[in-house]
């Protein structure tokens, strides 16, 4: 197999500023790289990958040096993010639109990194996390515009991150009075009668119907979205590409982070685009367009999305780049285990204003005070406002809220992800749920997942989570082809073949084919030549 390989070179645009320090790209960002490469050759590469039938073919390779160490890039393919059924709705067209610019991947040799983004016109955009922090790539147009430049790509480190506002009245949400608002008008659902066929299920099954349930309940760990964006949003953008690119680079951020979470023993909950919208610059001249509007409150904005039925989903939310008051940065109904309306699975019902709404929503926007929101910030961003669909409050509480602790070193940690005001993402707890939120959450879960969530298709990090494997090579250098089994999970490689009954997957990884033979736990993994 050849390897596809492209070698960037880094250009230092820091005038005036020596070493690895001191050149900020804007107020929020405090130092960047410039990063430079031939994006017609990357893009000719991409294509060829998206045509590859083989699974070895499918394989992208991207080395470069910057911020003083080596990256070599190994991505694939990411066929996780969306469904098998997946739809885009562009200016009144449905489309089965082809996603094979979204990649995911690792860096060679280092165990537990992992990287994700798009390739788009020659240029991949996305974050690479690595033991030392997480890095971000992004155009640099659209940081620095009118001038020309010797790279295209900028690229800079969490730390470097700097979120001026984490720490005002609002900082990111909406204040208690807007909460409060909609926590009263969620209690005034009219609930539809329960259907004959559901009544009968339940008087003639009983028990034997709920272990039935918590058996099926326990595989439904995947929730699907419809993403919808305004006409702001893709004039920010440009392109369709480059908008699903940053959907997707939104899913992917939130998906690591609740699949890492253990709910009170429900585990691995994922999330999956099932349908995408885009309102281009066109559609907000269309009267049919309730997001056409260029002054909307985020209370309305949100309204807006929640007066469309999202039955068909167990989220919906819209994505927009509006400066709304006081630095709001998302609103979403919270979810409730019994008692209201809203949050995950809820369906369309009639409430006390006499309209119909789905208020399984949230909506999100990535400008702040007039300024663009760096991806950290509002990928949590999306994590906190899923975080109040999946059934979570604002953190409080000495024991949920450690960033106001006086133990220093409890506030060095910082607080946790539904902490009520915004977080830049750089403390140890800022990518985390809390105690409080795990609580809640998994009450929820418990309650209302069956009612929507659905079982995702398996691939080999599926197996991962509980079966320990042993690797055997047919040819030589396995080992160094295969540092570690966790490099292979983040590469979601494709399955060349795999039986359930004879506990065997074979995968096709570089250019050795290997046997992976599942084992039971407490066992090494091993590699022979």
């Known amino acids: 197999m050849v390897l596809l390989r492209v070698l960037v070179v880094l250009c230092s645009w820091a005038a005036g500023a020596g070493g690895q ?5 804007n107020k929020h960002i405090r130092h960047y790289e410039g990063l430079s490469y031939d994006v017609d050759s990357l893009h000719q590469k991409h294509q060829r990958a998206k045509r590859a039938v083989s699974h070895e073919d499918q394989f ?5 040096h910057a911020h003083g160490r080596q990256f070599n890039l190994r991505m694939k393919r990411d066929m996780s993010l969306f469904s098998d059924d997946f739809k885009l709705e562009i200016s009144d067209k449905v489309l089965d639109y082809d996603t094979s610019h979204i990649y995911t991947g690792h860096i060679y040799g280092e165990q537990g990194s992992f990287s994700h983004g798009s390739v788009v016109d020659g240029r991949f955009e996305g974050f690479i996390k690595t033991h030392t922090g997480t890095f971000y790539i992004e155009p640099a147009e659209r940081y620095i515009k009118d001038r020309a430049l010797p790279f295209h790509s900028v690229m800079y480190h969490e730390d470097d991150i700097r979120y001026p506002h984490k720490y005002g009245p609002q900082g ?11 926590r009263k008008y969620q209690m005034t659902g009219v609930e539809e009668p329960m259907s004959q066929q559901s009544s009968e299920e339940s008087a003639n099954h009983g028990p034997e119907l709920l272990r039935r349930k918590r058996a099926a309940q326990a595989e439904k760990n995947t929730c699907q979205l419809y993403i919808q964006t305004d006409h702001l949003f893709f004039r920010y953008y440009g392109t369709r590409e480059a908008v699903i690119a940053q959907i997707s680079s939104h899913v992917k951020a939130i998906d690591t982070i609740y699949q890492s979470t253990d709910f009170s023993g429900i585990r691995n909950i994922s999330f999956m685009v099932k349908r995408i919208r885009i309102n281009t610059t066109q559609d907000e001249k269309d009267p049919t367009n309730p997001f056409r509007f260029p002054n909307i409150g985020v209370e309305k904005f949100l309204e807006l999305n929640s007066e469309q039925n999202h039955d068909d989903y167990c989220l919906a939310y819209v994505f927009t780049d509006r400066d709304f008051d ?8 919270v979810g409730a285990p019994s008692g ?7 369906k369309s019902k009639l409430y006390s204003d006499g309209k119909k709404k789905s208020l399984n929503t949230g909506i999100i926007t990535v400008q702040n005070y007039g300024s663009h929101v760096p991806p950290k910030v509002s990928h949590i961003t999306f994590a906190h406002e899923v975080g109040h669909n999946f059934g979570s409050p604002h953190d409080s509480g000495t024991e949920c809220t450690p960033g106001e ?12 992800i539904m902490y009520a005001r915004a977080t830049s993402g750089d403390k140890l707890n800022n990518n985390k749920f809390s105690i409080c939120s795990v609580r809640n959450i998994s009450q929820v879960l ?3 997942r069956n009612n929507c969530f659905v079982v995702n298709h398996c691939d080999l990090q599926c197996f ?24 292979l999970v983040n590469l979601s490689v494709g399955m060349d073949w795999w039986s359930k009954e004879s506990s065997v997957i074979v995968v096709t990884v570089t250019s050795v084919k290997m046997t992976v033979a599942m084992m039971q736990t407490n066992q090494k993994t091993r590699s022979a030549n």
């Not at 006081?326 to 109904?333: C, E, H, R, S």
């Not at 602790?405 to 946790?416: A, D, H, P």
Request: with cysteine; hydrophobic share 30%; proline share 3%.
């Open 326 to 333: 006081d630095g709001v940065l998302g609103l979403a109904w």
């Open 21 to 25: 320090y001191g050149n900020p790209l």
């Open 464 to 487: 991962s989570k509980y079966l320990t494997i042993y690797v055997y090579c047919e040819n030589t250098k396995c080992s160094e082809d295969l540092p570690a089994f966790q490099n």
């Open 172 to 182: 990111g949400c909406a204040d208690h009075s807007v909460f409060e608002r909609m």
């Open 446 to 448: 418990e309650k209302k």
């Open 340 to 346: 209201s309306s809203g949050g995950i699975c809820e």
């Open 60 to 64: 992208l390779r991207l080395d470069f």
């Open 405 to 416: 602790s006086k133990n220093l070193g409890q506030k060095e940690n910082g607080n946790y």
